[in-house]
């Protein structure tokens, strides 16, 4: 099993940056793949960003694409996302995911077995 911590969110304004890291313990970290997904009041959870265990593999939704990057830093046991250029719609609680693999490939949505308590994020026009 994995534990996975996030932190970093907060509030922020339009156009500002913010960088949400996840700290995970547990099982080798290089094990997983990763993935960030986001819930908004009222709304379905929704994949922001997944990398594959190497981190050569990485998918983005179409909305953050441009914008938001996802890295994982496997000497410290951590992915982070970078979210630049933030909109009022990006405001929504985030979570870290992960998926213990055998290949290289990023994670479809269902898959992920492995999640943390969630760090908020409002972004204020």
């Known amino acids: 099993q994995v534990q996975l911590v996030e932190s970093g969110g907060g509030l922020v304004q339009a156009v500002g940056s913010l960088r949400l890291s996840c700290a995970a313990s547990g099982r080798p970290f290089s094990d997983y793949a990763m993935g960030w997904f986001r819930q908004a009041p009222g709304k379905d959870r929704e994949l922001v960003a997944a990398i594959s265990r190497s981190g050569r593999a990485t998918n983005y939704a179409g909305s953050v694409r441009g914008r938001f990057t996802i890295a994982r830093v496997d000497a410290k046991n951590t992915v982070n996302l970078q979210m630049n250029s933030l909109k009022p719609e990006d405001t929504a609680v985030y979570y870290c995911?992960?998926?213990?693999?055998?290949?290289?490939?990023?994670?479809?949505?269902?898959?992920?077995?492995?999640w943390g308590q969630g760090t908020p994020v409002t972004v204020s026009s």
């Open positions: 995911a992960a998926d213990r693999r055998t290949d290289d490939y990023v994670v479809p949505p269902s898959r992920y077995d492995y």
